[in-house]
């Protein structure tokens, strides 16, 4: 093309193109041109019959002539006798070697190929040099002629030759060859040859024509400089280098070719020339094959790129990046989708490599000469033919759009649309040259603009451009012009924007090969202002190229409303004339602009204008024709045909294809048309009442009714939350009833999750509905503001102007309802599941348990969808879930960064969202966000490694400061709405529009007061703060300046919310860590003029990238968030939300799931250290009863568990830094560290003091065990002395027996003649003893047992039978009484009718003449039974402290116990007196405890030191050694008997005790019931309660939990073992007995061995064999005396193993009774382990603590599961009527409560503040799903009544609802609210 930027037929040098006037030849013209050059003789002197000819040109020190010389001989004849010689064929030679000019030589042959020769060493410079010399002799064509050869001294290498050259641009590795400088090897030659006739028969044509540069400068003129592989694809030659395709005809092999007769060069020269149509047609489509393999787009030709592809995050791109061709349509995409429209334009990195010689070129370019003028005037200009032309813009443009799929092409024209681009309207493809109109790509593109008539009257109108009504002006030219047409249209639409590509602008170049017959289409919008250029919106179409040889011109022609012709000269004799003549002649208007005319503008007929341009301005002629399309426009002459053109009417056209008529697109228009034909012709603002019923009006009830379920404030909090639970499901059930609606049908059964084409269609149809509504109401809604802006200033106060005031709200609600699209739908579907999991939560049938599998893939695919219903105010938490939970199958738990953005209404969020990743949240005009919507946004696989998520979620909201709220409304819509918005991002853009700090202010505060919540409820998002359309972000004084002034506010505002939160802090980064230098970022205001027509400000691109790369550089130093995690953050920050106070009521799910974790982790570590000490302990216990030790260190146990403490040490380093929620477990890190510690020292404690009373009996005891010894030497001698008198009558086992037992009777009175029995005790006379003494009559003692109240004195309901009432105590223990008038008048004032009953003290159990004048108060009963329960705990503790095991019973202990629970009843601090009864009836109570403990104690005690029970237990074994001596046995099996029977019970104890440990760390690490936390017990004991049905175990687990667990971990521990796996048991119990049997054997084998091989005796055998077992097994080797005459050591060890299996077959039966004989059984180590936990209960309703540690300040108290407070017996102050409150109900109530017996109230809201037993405790409010307690209530209430005599009436009255509840609802409920 001649001129820049008019896409033409590009000029082709070999003559077919433009002539040189510049008009179009037509096609016989170029016929008879070629005809011609092929008749003129090149050469007549030269021989006509040459099969090639070659020409070499190069250096002459490339080669070396000679006679040997093959191809360059001295004869220079024409033909090479030598070539032909060698094959066959006539080759004529030209030899130009060394020529810098050829201006003295005639060239005229048809050259076939120049063969450059370049020497080796130099070839990088000789071949640029080469290159370039050849093009500027030959002209450009010549380089497709062109083969290299580089020459070298004889055995020298080329391979780094061809490794260099490979480096040019253009450089073809298959016409490349080596040879020697003397180039006298035939072989070398001949395949040189070969590589010729390849070439040859490629290329088309077949040899180079050209004329040499300078024969003829008007034709022959150098061409642009582009690379050689640009010319061979030009040409026709094939470059697999550029396009990546190989040559369209198969290559023959070289010999195959070189052996085929070769035509005489005449014969090949003047074979037939194709058409030049053809030729030219062929060279164009190689030419665009090679523009997409510059563009690397050759691949998406037929693999169409799409949305997915682009709409994600790939690597950070800075404005300094450097682009290169491979790289351009991507970053073209990229740009584009930022909205910065110089994306037309991106500079390309050139990727050339300069070769650099220090040796001169031969060939040079200029003459050398001393004048430095001469340079100045040489005319020739040096072109480097390696560096290639960039691609044209509009190129890239039309390869990407060619390249795309349909759902690319749209965002595409969409963004080009909003850069106020011109768009393609009719695109040729550029292979089959048919048209296309890409009608789907412009359904999202609304354009909004005002009308203007007359002077006043303007009406907006906001229109999908698809169906807008406009006139069109179209303009084409005709011919080749010298003016630029696109340039002259950008001047009529907005002269200060290319809206248009015309040849001026940047980047623009002489090679578009993509434009030629594109039509753009553009439309200016006008403002409504005065210098609007015209009144309303007018369309204009751009025909690109010469419209002469466009065929579809005349489909413009026809739609056009005005045709504007541009001509070079208008005359009858032009080829343009017949097209002007019959355009004249339609009846449509016509503008002919003449170029070289200067001729005014003047109509020559109605409608019809020409102009001529040469010698005027631009803006003239813009002025002019704006005024005639004006004057044709607004003419009423009916003789002018005006017509208006619709987009959407091109689809009718025919001869063009519309990219709409493919199957898949129409499916899903059928589809959505059902739907849009649904909803015709429907008022827009009821069509969500009629087809989306559930999120009406029945939404919004469920919605404010759910909002007051957190705020209750009837007299029974229960019972009106049980109303409105049951309104709840009733609104439900009612949406489940209508959910079926014909357009929700419609639309399920579409395959809306994967019918991309049907959701988009569905949302263009459905906007396209509101969108004249909203456009009509907007309008209306201006019009009345105006009138009451009138009537204001014209200060009218009357009916008028209210009248006009309810107009303007009635349009408002009409704008909100009116608003009608696809996310309304999705809405619909979302309530839909709401409501049916509600009503069948248990279901999986129907659509519905579908639907968030299908969300799920379109939140995948990229589709927003509503997070928070911004109509109702509402996070569909059951949808959300359900939603995320599918995403989390498909995906995996993947982690995400949550974006989320804060701000004013309408200050460009969603816009900024949307050029930052490409999203695509609702930004027209009335469709501002409501509410917030998440889009999911993938990161590119190029980037992922540097972050450590997947994914980012980015979350829109709607604006702060709503126009539609006001007041308090506004207040609490937008701190709700930012509380939520901050605590789900990870991080938050905090939206500033414009500068105003006074602007800021509010919503400064809001945010700050959010950004204070989470600090305060542990959650640490970050921000950066976005000053949007600010005017100079370039200026860093000012930026400064208003970054000082943001700090200052931001610090005020977090004093004024440090107050409202009852928090402290001072400044910002007090609350959140804030850097104000770098995260706060300027943006550049958005448009660049004034809006419709104003393209967006590429300073605003550019700040959005910056920005952009600032949030991925923080993103990529966190750790995100998985989905599963996200989930929970959004269900717990809702949930806290509808209650009053957030921080109060927030409770974090993921938090509490971490804790729990971490706790099952501790109890696994403190396992540990319990398993190995009591591993060490025993080890001690055994060494300590074989006199091995008589004292323990605590250094030396510390030492033995240092291995065992440092290797968890080390787990729990890892744990803590390893677990992927390491950061949220370092708030406890520290705590749990130093736990660990004290559990570990604590466990050292109690081992040592275990260990030191062990040694401390063992002395007690040692007296009598030397008695012991003596008596078992004596006993062994007297029955060998008795065997020795009987040892005939050894066979008869009965008078054996019988002789034995007659002489067992008098050893035992001979041994024990000297020593007194242990007496026996009796504790019941000592007590009345002891009270006797204490002034307690004998006969109280008996009522008090008689009447037996003393047994249950823990359980009762109610003490005050045992107070002493006086009346002066009366008020304060029973508050007001009935007849104060106070209460009366209360109750009668507004807000105060639940004082009496609500605000008074709890008071638990009653009189039995129901006298509450005698009430105890709450806390009055609940100090009775601490004292109970701490006097009980003290004495059984003191008790148990002395020694009664080792040294007996004294009757002081018992008076010591006594003591003790008078003095806890004396020290009581209260001012009741209590009864002598209480005290008695303690006394017993606490007696029956000890009494156990001390019989027990004392039997054992008896056991040890009674001589005469210790012989009576050895009569049997002495009987055995006895009958073993009659036998005549010897010593040794006598001796083997004795061991054993004295081993017998140590391996029994140590087996059962092994056993004991085992089963205790199984049941700990397998068991679920003990696996778990703290909570997880609980759960197990409330199910197993629930199971039973035990009323009685009910109350005691109520109010002692502690033992009852305990009760409850003892029967745990029995089932397991006996019933649920007694084979597990049995097996593990034979194991561990195997073990120590296998021990014992060993232990006898090392003594026997020892002893031979030191040749020892019996002690040294004995000695021996306890030091082995000293650590196992109990064994005191002292006993066997008398043993000095064994010998046979093996005989011994023998005996005594056949002894050990009698032993191992009488134990080999696990029993319960032996079991019990363990040093500890597996329950009470479980009860030790478990146990140790927090107690600490609910100072309202007694629920426990479920804390796993058991002092874990500075944590709060708390349990998931608080009770009703009738559970404990909690009644209505001065009535008998139970209380059924739940206190986490309560704790969100306006009610109050008396924390002591004045009369102080304190709000539930403020319990914390009532003291520090309240302050310690985190009680949530929460809906109280929890059914168990209700059930308990309901199973058992007949059973409280009657427990503590209160009834279940008026306030107090059980909800219907809870009745309904079954047993297995209850235990069901306890597994929710532990999950």
């Known amino acids: 093309m001649d001129k820049p930027g008019e896409v033409q037929r590009p000029a082709q040098n070999h003559g077919h193109g433009e002539s040189a006037n510049g008009s179009v030849p037509s096609a016989a013209e170029d016929k008879d041109k070629s005809a011609e050059e092929m008749d003129t003789p090149m050469d007549t002197s030269g021989p006509t019959d040459c099969a090639l000819t070659l020409v070499v040109i190069g250096d002459m020190i490339s080669v070396e002539a000679g006679a040997n010389n093959i191809l360059l001989d001295d004869e220079q004849r024409h033909f090479s006798s030598k070539l032909y010689d060698l094959c066959g064929q006539h080759i004529c030679v030209v030899n130009l070697l060394g020529q810098q000019s050829i201006e003295n030589i005639s060239l005229n042959q048809k050259t076939n190929v120049f063969l450059l020769l370049i020497p080796k060493g130099q070839h990088g410079s000789h071949y640029k040099s080469g290159v370039q010399w050849l093009e500027k002799t030959f002209g450009r064509q010549s380089l497709a002629y062109l083969m290299t050869v580089v020459t070298s001294n004889s055995g020298e290498e080329c391979d780094g030759a061809l490794k260099d050259l490979k480096t040019f641009d253009g450089f073809d590795e298959k016409r490349y060859h080596t040879c020697t400088r003397t180039m006298a090897e035939a072989e070398e030659i001949a395949d040189l040859l070969k590589k010729i006739n390849i070439m040859v028969s490629e290329i088309s044509p077949c040899c180079y024509s050209g004329l040499v540069c300078g024969e003829n400068p008007a034709e022959d003129k150098p061409r642009e400089s582009t690379s050689l592989g640009e010319l061979k694809d030009q040409t026709g030659t094939s470059n697999e280098k550029v396009c990546g395709n190989t040559a369209k005809q198969p290559v023959k092999d070289s010999n195959e070719i070189c052996q085929q007769p070769v035509k005489d060069s005449d014969e090949i020269c003047q074979q037939p020339v194709k058409d030049s149509d053809e030729i030219f047609q062929k060279q164009q489509q190689e030419e665009i094959e090679t523009l997409f393999g510059r563009l690397h787009l050759q691949n998406k030709l037929q693999q169409k790129m799409s949305k997915a592809d682009f709409l994600q995050i790939s690597q950070i791109i800075t404005q300094c990046y450097d682009t290169s061709e491979k790289d351009l349509a991507y ?403 009612e949406q489940c009833a209508v959910s079926c609606s014909e357009l929700i049908k419609l639309f399920t059964e579409s395959h809306w999750s994967k019918d991309e084409y049907f959701l988009k269609w569905t949302q263009i149809l459905t906007d396209a509905l509101s969108t004249d509504d909203i456009s009509s109401i907007l309008q209306n809604y201006d019009n009345t503001w105006s009138e009451v802006l009138a009537l204001k200033n014209k200060h009218v106060k009357s009916d008028v102007l209210e009248a006009k005031k309810a107009e303007l709200e009635c349009l408002s609600k009409k704008l909100q309802s009116a608003t009608f699209g696809l996310e309304h739908i999705f809405r619909e579907i979302g309530q839909i599941y709401e409501a049916q999991k509600t009503c069948h939560p248990n279901s999986r049938r129907g659509n519905w348990s579908k639907y968030p599998k299908l969300a799920a893939d379109l939140l995948i695919s990229g589709q927003p969808l509503e997070l928070l219903d911004g109509d109702a105010g509402h996070v569909p938490l059951k949808w959300i879930s359900g939603l995320l939970e599918e995403v989390i199958k498909k995906l995996g738990d993947q982690k995400v960064f949550v974006l989320s953005v804060l701000g004013v209404q309408s200050s460009g969020k969603s816009t900024m969202l949307n050029a930052m990743f490409g999203l695509q949240f609702a930004v027209s005009s009335g469709r501002c966000t409501k509410g917030a919507f998440m889009q999911l946004v993938k990161l590119s696989a190029e980037i992922k490694k540097g972050f450590k998520f997947d994914y980012i979620l980015v979350v829109d909201t709607e604006g702060l400061r709503a126009l539609e709220l006001g007041g308090n409304t506004s207040l609490h819509h937008d701190n709700e709405l930012a509380t939520f918005v901050v605590g789900v991002g990870n991080m938050t853009l905090i939206n500033i529009f414009g500068e105003n700090p006074a602007e800021m202010q509010d919503v400064l505060q809001i945010v700050v007061q959010a950004f204070m919540r989470m600090k305060r409820v542990k959650l640490t998002p970050s921000c950066v703060f976005v000053h949007q359309n600010v005017t100079d972000v370039a200026a860093a004084e000012k930026n400064m300046d208003g970054k000082r002034r943001l700090q200052e506010k931001l610090d005020e505002m977090t004093k004024l919310a440090a107050k409202e939160e009852d928090c402290e802090a001072e400044c910002f980064s007090d609350v959140i860590e804030f850097d104000v230098q770098t995260d706060v970022k300027y943006l550049a205001q958005l448009w660049e003029g004034s809006p419709p027509m104003a393209p967006p400000n590429p300073g605003y691109s550019e700040s959005i990238q910056e920005l952009k790369n600032v949030i991925l550089s923080k993103a990529s130093k966190s750790d995100g968030i998985s989905l599963s995690q996200l989930n929970s953050n959004i269900q717990d920050l809702w949930m806290a939300l509808l209650n009053e106070n957030f921080v109060f009521s927030f409770k974090n799910t993921l938090e509490i799931a971490v804790y729990r974790k971490l706790e099952v982790q501790y109890g696994n570590w403190t396992w540990a250290i319990r398993s190995n000490m009591l591993a060490i302990e025993n080890q001690l216990y055994n060494r300590i009863e074989n006199g091995d030790h008589n004292k323990i260190e605590t250094s030396y146990l510390n030492q033995e568990t240092d291995t065992t403490f440092e290797d968890i040490k080390t787990k729990m380093i890892r744990y803590f830094e390893d677990e992927k929620e390491k950061e949220m477990l370092v708030q406890w890190r520290g705590r749990f560290e130093s736990k660990f510690k004290e559990f570990r020292d604590e466990q050292v404690k109690v081992v040592k003091r275990k260990l030191d009373e062990i040694i401390e009996q063992k002395n007690a005891r040692k007296k009598m065990d030397d008695k012991k010894t003596v008596f078992e030497t004596k006993l062994l001698l007297k029955s060998k002395e008795l065997a020795q008198q009987l040892k005939d009558k050894a066979k008869d086992e009965k008078e054996l027996l019988k002789e034995f037992s007659s002489v067992w009777k008098t050893w035992v009175t001979e041994l024990t003649r000297n020593t007194e029995p242990v007496a026996d005790i009796n504790l019941e006379e000592d007590l009345s003893t002891i009270l006797r003494e204490l002034g307690v009559e004998e006969k109280h003692i008996d009522e008090s047992k008689t009447r037996g109240r003393y047994k249950n004195i823990s359980k009762m309901g109610n003490y005050k039978d045992y107070i002493i009432f006086h009346k002066k105590h009366l008020h304060e223990s029973s508050g007001q009484p009935e007849n104060d008038e106070r209460k009366n008048k209360d109750t009668d004032k507004p807000g105060n009718a639940v004082f009496t009953f609500f605000k008074g003290i709890f008071n638990i159990g009653s009189s039995k003449n129901q006298n509450s004048d005698s009430d105890l108060s709450y806390q009055k009963q609940e100090q009775i039974r601490e004292l109970i329960t701490k006097a009980t705990e003290m004495s059984l503790n003191a008790i148990k402290k002395n020694p009664v095991a080792t040294r007996g019973y004294q009757a002081t202990y018992l008076q010591e116990m006594i003591q003790l629970v008078i003095e806890n009843v004396e020290k009581s601090e209260w001012k009741y007196s209590l009864k002598r009864e209480f005290t008695i009836d303690l006394i017993l109570y606490v007696f029956d405890f000890a009494k156990k403990w001390l019989l027990e104690s004392q039997e054992k005690f008896k056991k040890n030191n009674d001589a005469l029970i210790y012989l009576e237990n050895k009569k049997e074994e002495y009987y055995n050694v006895f009958k073993i001596f009659c036998q005549g046995s010897s010593s040794a099996v006598v001796l083997a008997e004795l061991i054993c029977e004295k081993l017998k019970t140590a391996i029994v104890e140590v087996a059962y005790t092994k056993t004991a440990i085992a089963l205790a760390g199984e049941m700990k690490c397998n068991f679920p019931t003990f696996s778990g936390t703290r909570l997880d017990l609980e759960k197990h004991l409330l199910k197993s309660l629930a199971e039973k049905e035990d009323f009685e175990r009910f109350i005691e687990y109520i109010h002692y939990p502690k033992n009852q667990s305990e009760a409850f971990i003892k029967a745990e521990v029995q089932g397991y073992i006996f019933k649920n796996h007694s084979d597990k048991v049995e097996n593990t119990f034979k194991k561990h007995l195997e073990d120590v049997h296998a021990l014992v054997s060993q232990a006898l084998f090392t003594a026997s061995k020892k002893v031979q091989t030191h040749h020892g005796n019996t002690n040294m055998w004995l000695n021996e064999l306890s030091s082995v077992l000293k650590d196992e097994l109990r064994f005191d080797s002292s006993s066997f005396q008398n043993f000095d005459d064994i010998n046979d050591f093996d005989f011994l060890m023998k005996e005594a193993d056949k002894k050990l299996e009698s032993v191992k077959k009488q134990t080999s039966s696990f029993s319960l009774d032996e079991m019990n004989k363990a040093r500890k059984t597996p329950e009470e180590i479980l009860v030790e382990h478990l146990c140790k936990c927090c107690w600490v209960k609910c100072p309202f309703c007694y629920a426990v603590c479920t804390n796993t540690v058991e002092d874990h300040s500075p944590d709060d108290h708390n349990v998931p599961f608080h009770r009703s407070s009738a559970v404990n017996g909690t009644h209505y102050r001065n009535t008998d009527i139970f209380s059924i409150e739940f206190c986490t109900s309560e704790v969100a109530s306006n009610h109050s409560f008396y924390p002591d017996s004045s009369d102080r109230t304190i709000p539930y809201k403020l319990y914390r503040t009532a003291g520090p037993e309240y302050a310690s405790w985190r009680i949530t409010p929460d809906e109280s799903k929890l059914s168990y307690w209700k059930w308990f209530v309901c199973r058992f209430k007949e059973d409280l009544v009657k427990h503590y005599e209160y009834r279940f009436d008026k306030y107090g009255e059980i909800p219907q609802d809870w009745f309904k509840i079954s047993k297995e609802e209850a235990i069901k409920s306890l597994e929710e609210m532990c999950q």
Not at 545 to 551: C, F, K, S, V
Not at 587 to 605: E, G, R, T, W
Not at 646 to 652: G, S, V, W, Y
Request: charged share 25%.
């Open 331 to 733: 970053r073209y995409l990229h740009k584009l989708i930022m909205l910065d429209y110089r994306a037309r334009y991106i500079p390309v990195k050139q990727d050339i490599i300069e070769v650099t010689d220090p040796k001169p070129v031969l060939m040079s370019d200029t003459s050398e000469t001393d004048d430095d003028l001469e340079d100045l005037l040489e005319t020739t200009v040096t072109t480097n033919p390696l560096k290639p032309t960039h691609v044209h813009p509009m190129d890239v443009q039309m390869a990407v759009f060619h390249c795309s799929d349909s759902f690319l092409r749209q965002l595409m024209i969409t963004k080009l649309s909003q850069c106020q681009y011109a768009l393609p309207l009719l695109v040729p493809d550029p292979f089959t040259r048919k048209t296309e109109c890409p009608l789907w790509a412009f359904r999202q593109i609304t354009k909004t603009w005002k009308v203007t008539k007359g002077d006043s009257n303007i009406t907006m109108k906001s229109i999908p451009i698809y169906k807008a009504e406009t006139p069109m002006v179209s303009f084409f030219r005709l011919g080749s012009l010298s003016v630029s047409k696109s340039e002259l249209m950008n001047s009529l639409i907005n002269d200060r924007h290319s809206t248009f590509f015309h040849r001026n602008c940047a980047g623009s170049t002489k090679s578009c090969y993509l434009m030629d017959g594109v039509t753009e289409i553009a439309w200016y919008c006008p403002a409504g202002k005065p210098n609007d250029a015209f009144n309303d919106c007018i369309a204009f179409c751009n025909l690109h190229g010469d419209a002469l040889m466009i065929e579809k011109r005349d489909i413009l022609i026809e739609k056009s409303s005005i045709n504007v012709v541009l001509v070079p000269k208008l005359q009858k004799n032009d080829k343009s004339w017949p097209i002007t003549a019959a355009l004249f002649k339609m009846k449509k208007p016509l503008i002919c602009l003449i170029v070289d005319d200067a001729c005014d503008a003047v109509q020559i007929k109605k409608g019809k204008y020409k102009m001529g341009l040469k010698k005027r301005s631009q803006s003239d002629v813009s002025g002019e024709l704006k005024r005639i399309i004006k004057e044709v426009l607004s003419s009423d002459d009916p003789s002018i045909l005006k017509t208006s053109f619709q987009l959407e009417t091109m689809a009718e056209v025919s001869g063009i294809k519309v990219d709409e008529s493919n199957r898949e697109c129409q499916n899903g228009k059928i589809s959505a048309t059902k739907i849009a034909n649904l909803l015709q012709d429907k008022d827009v603002s009821t069509i969500k009442d009629e087809f989306l019923p559930c999120q009406g009006e029945l939404l919004h009830k469920w919605c404010q009714i759910n909002k007051d379920l957190y705020h209750l404030k009837g007299q029974s909090i229960e019972k009106e939350k049980s109303i409105k639970e049951r309104q709840l499901m009733e609104l439900r059930q």
